[in-house]
């Protein structure tokens, strides 16, 4: 969701017409107009009655109205916080796994860059594991990752939450048949490295029923799974939101395993300073 978006809401709000929302804005009519169909696009219904002179809010434009004020409010303690509107700038050291850059990550930072243009980004992409020491050492400011860092100098809030899918190469087994763990036995398992949840759990739901020799390969490239899967080499366990296209067009399937892995949490993590604190709220708004 654009935040752009939102301000053309905002200000219609307050000032009645798409004209006077454009002049505050300093921009034009029409590209108001295409700001909130962008926005209405994004939340599924008309959010004004334009029936009238003067616009009015739909009801699911009452029900956005609180949510837009509380990201417009978080914005304007991030510009309080970073001054940028002072020109200062800053570095953010911002760390996440590859799930997290390959599905949201650039949302996120066109965001950051739209309202300050002079804040820097440094983008570390690695493991959970190594996210959480980094932060914990202090050479990173924020991380999106699948477990908390424990210390005194972190916060962490949930994030966001990824359901895992078996997926697989038609030509590797048959489409939205039951499988059970003694069939899936027979091919590779590809999936997150060795150090990570998903990994652990697969090792023990095959230790629980006398399976310990199972094929796990662990990658620490969500993309070469996805490409693994495809070329058939095995069955991929990973985010169905990260192959979704891929489903769509037939080119892999899911699996219906009679055992089913947790979905895969994320948190947001940052050191306690208030910029990355507000930065990391911000985050979750948009998510």
């Given at each position: 969701m654009n935040t752009k978006n939102l301000d053309a809401f905002l200000a219609i709000v307050k000032?009645?017409?798409?004209?006077?929302?454009?002049e505050v804005l300093h921009t034009t009519q029409p590209a108001i107009s295409t700001r909130i169909a962008k926005l209405e696009e994004d939340v599924g219904s008309e959010l004004f009655d334009r029936s009238?002179?003067?616009?009015?809010?739909?009801?699911?434009?009452?029900?956005?109205?609180?949510?837009?004020?509380?990201?417009?409010?978080?914005?304007?303690?991030?510009?309080?916080?970073?001054?940028?509107?002072?020109?200062?700038?800053?570095?953010?050291?911002?760390?996440?796994?590859?799930?997290?850059?390959?599905?949201?990550?650039?949302?996120?930072?066109?965001?950051l860059h739209g309202h300050y243009p002079s804040l820097s980004i440094e983008l570390i992409v690695d493991q959970s594991s190594c996210l959480r020491e980094k932060l914990v050492t202090g050479e990173l400011d924020l991380a999106f990752l699948t477990d908390a860092a424990a210390d005194s100098d972190i916060e962490s809030q949930p994030f966001c939450t990824?359901?895992?899918?078996?997926v697989a190469s038609p030509r590797l087994t048959e489409p939205g048949a039951d499988i059970d763990l003694h069939e899936l036995a027979r091919f590779p398992l590809i999936t997150y490295p060795r150090q990570s949840k998903p990994y652990i759990q697969l090792q023990e739901m095959f230790n629980?029923?006398?399976?310990?020799?199972?094929?796990?390969?662990?990658?620490?490239?969500?993309?070469?799974?996805?490409?693994?899967?495809?070329?058939?080499?095995?069955?991929?366990?990973?985010?169905?939101?990260?192959?979704?296209?891929?489903?769509?067009?037939?080119?892999?399937?899911?699996?219906?395993?009679?055992?089913?892995?947790?979905?895969?949490?994320?948190?947001?993590?940052?050191?306690?300073?208030p910029f990355f604190r507000t930065v990391a709220t911000l985050a979750c708004t948009l998510r």
């Open positions: 000032y009645g017409t798409f004209k006077a929302a454009s009238d002179k003067r616009v009015r809010l739909t009801p699911k434009g009452y029900a956005l109205l609180p949510y837009a004020e509380r990201i417009a409010a978080l914005l304007k303690e991030m510009q309080h916080v970073a001054g940028e509107r002072n020109g200062c700038s800053r570095t953010m050291r911002l760390g996440a796994t590859e799930t997290v850059v390959h599905l949201w990550i650039s949302k996120f930072i066109n965001a990824y359901p895992l899918a078996w629980a029923v006398n399976m310990p020799t199972v094929r796990i390969n662990g990658l620490s490239s969500l993309a070469t799974i996805i490409h693994m899967a495809l070329d058939g080499i095995g069955i991929g366990i990973l985010p169905q939101a990260a192959v979704e296209k891929e489903l769509s067009s037939g080119e892999l399937i899911r699996l219906n395993p009679n055992k089913s892995l947790p979905d895969l949490e994320y948190a947001v993590a940052n050191r306690t300073d």
